[in-house]
């Protein structure tokens, strides 16, 4: 059976390098974030049912997400409506991720999703790590990103649960204030998984 790893943590703490590092160590890693953009992607299956709830975010073949945004921002109840037809679509491809990943015999699979607690995702895991760094460098790399502003920094902490929540609710927690902590984390969470596996 192949361990199903969620990988989570709030903006600017390292999760998108972290999840890189459990890649190279050959686990496969299935990216929310990633799932969404090939659905909305020309040919991806949210297209058209997508641009049938929001027809202006439809462009080229594709849905603009600045088009989708000003239309959810319109009207606030859209959100729901679009969350009915994109959840099962990005369930469905977390499942096929699943899948391949059982048949391949790969021990772990690493899910990388962002609001996974904020969602109740992690009931469906067996286990999940968080990646954490202090406040300061948390603040200090998302302002570094291009348009970010410090209103629009706390506006996306306000929908995120609190950091010492996810670490209290974490199976286990990567530091990522250096990079040589966050791989020895990674190492030796990997190497618990296997030595369970193989117990």
Same mark, same amino acid.
């Given at each position: 059976?192949?361990?199903?790893?969620?990988?989570?943590? $709030?903006?600017?703490?390292? =999760? $998108?390098?972290?999840?890189?590092?459990?890649?190279?160590?050959?686990?496969? #890693?299935?990216? %929310?974030? @990633?799932?969404?953009?090939?659905?909305?992607? &020309?040919?991806?299956?949210?297209?058209?049912? #997508?641009?049938? @709830?929001?027809?202006?975010?439809?462009?080229?073949?594709?849905?603009?997400?600045?088009?989708? =945004?000003?239309?959810? /921002?319109?009207?606030?109840?859209?959100?729901?409506? *679009?969350?009915?037809?994109?959840? &099962?679509?990005?369930? %469905?491809?977390?499942?096929?991720?699943? %899948?391949?990943?059982?048949? $391949?015999?790969?021990?772990?699979?690493?899910?990388?999703?962002?609001?996974?607690? /904020?969602?109740?995702?992690?009931? $469906? *895991?067996?286990?999940?790590? #968080?990646?954490?760094?202090? @406040?300061?460098?948390?603040?200090?790399?998302?302002? +570094?990103?291009?348009?970010?502003? &410090? /209103?629009?920094?706390?506006?996306? *902490?306000?929908?995120?649960?609190?950091?010492?929540? =996810?670490?209290?609710?974490?199976?286990?927690?990567?530091?990522?204030?250096?990079?040589?902590?966050?791989? +020895? +984390?990674?190492?030796?969470?990997?190497?618990?998984?296997?030595?369970?596996?193989? %117990?």
């Amino acid at each position: 059976m192949t361990f199903r790893l969620g990988l989570t943590g $709030s903006i600017g703490m390292g =999760k $998108s390098t972290t999840a890189a590092m459990f890649a190279r160590r050959g686990h496969p #890693v299935w990216d %929310a974030d @990633a799932a969404v953009h090939r659905l909305y992607a &020309p040919g991806g299956a949210a297209v058209a049912p #997508v641009a049938a @709830a929001f027809p202006t975010a439809l462009r080229e073949g594709g849905i603009d997400r600045g088009a989708l =945004k000003a239309a959810l /921002e319109a009207d606030p109840a859209a959100i729901a409506r *679009l969350e009915q037809i994109v959840h &099962p679509l990005v369930a %469905a491809d977390r499942g096929g991720f699943l %899948a391949e990943a059982e048949a $391949s015999g790969a021990p772990i699979a690493v899910l990388d999703i962002p609001l996974l607690f /904020e969602t109740g995702g992690e009931a $469906s *895991l067996d286990g999940v790590a #968080v990646v954490s760094a202090g @406040a300061a460098a948390q603040r200090h790399r998302v302002l +570094a990103r291009p348009g970010m502003t &410090p /209103e629009m920094f706390d506006l996306i *902490l306000a929908r995120q649960l609190p950091d010492a929540e =996810k670490r209290r609710r974490a199976t286990w927690v990567i530091p990522t204030d250096t990079p040589e902590g966050a791989e +020895a +984390a990674v190492d030796a969470i990997c190497a618990r998984i296997m030595e369970a596996r193989n %117990a």
